[in-house]
């Protein structure tokens, strides 16, 4: 798609015959725009999805910027293969909900996302699938105030600048990865907003691989308040 895409429903709806295999690939380029829809992207009973947003390209949605509905399995030799959808974000994408990725009903599906260097994500990811789900953020990962919550083995890295307490929100924020699975720093993580007080819950393994942690605390005595990462699994690294 090139240009600007408006209105209610989806911006783009792809769906296919309940039982019969089925792809798809999407591509948003050329400073394209899909706007003021409940769902930016709804794919619906695909076996695979590819989803490309180029830089330039911008979702910002009311519901879900990119919506994965029903993904199907594949039947091989009566073996079920899990369905895999691959986004890659190079533009920016956002819901006025917060909703980044959202997937429903969809056993072993495998999702990936990879947020480039030029992309920009805001909001959160949620995929209820018992599949594993990998999300690579080398660009810019705003996810101050929002839960984001994966059901399979997953694992995050952070190989650019994930921000889980912004300046935009009043009050403290507390931003919670839940059942990430293993989440792995090389960039930086901030919860750095000239206040003090907020709290980022890590719901799994942390490994540290020269990553950078900014945060705010006061240092007037052993009461003061300070930002907080709190980690339920273990933490290594450096």
């Known amino acids: 798609n090139s240009g600007i895409i408006s209105g209610f429903g989806s911006g783009i709806l792809v769906s296919a015959t309940s039982g019969v295999s089925s792809s798809a690939d999407i591509l948003l380029d050329n400073n394209s725009k899909i706007i ?9 009973s695909l076996n695979n999805t590819n989803i490309a947003i180029k830089e330039g390209s ?46 429903t009903n969809a056993n072993r599906s495998q999702v990936n996302i990879n947020n480039t260097a030029t992309g920009f994500m805001k909001g959160y990811v949620e995929l209820l699938g018992t599949g594993v789900s990998k999300i690579d953020n080398t660009g810019t990962w705003d996810m101050s105030g929002y839960e984001s919550n ?70 007037d005595d052993d009461s003061s308040l300070s930002d907080k990462l709190v980690i339920t699994g273990t933490a290594t690294g450096t």
């Open 58 to 103: 911008e979702i910002n949605a009311k519901l879900a910027a990119i919506y994965l509905n029903n993904q199907i399995n594949n039947q091989i030799n009566n073996q079920t293969s899990s369905s895999i959808s691959d986004i890659v974000n190079g533009g920016k994408i956002g819901s006025e909900n917060g909703k980044i990725v959202g997937s």
């Open 36 to 44: 003021n829809s409940n769902y930016g992207i709804n794919s619906n």
């Open 150 to 219: 994966t059901k399979g083995a997953n694992t995050l890295v952070n190989n650019g600048t994930l921000i889980t307490a912004n300046k935009d929100i009043l009050g403290t924020q507390t931003s919670t990865f839940t059942n990430v699975g293993t989440f792995t720093n090389v960039g930086l993580l901030t919860l750095d907003n000239e206040k003090v007080g907020d709290t980022t819950i890590i719901d799994g393994e942390y490994v540290g691989q020269g990553g950078t942690l900014s945060l705010n605390t006061d240092l």
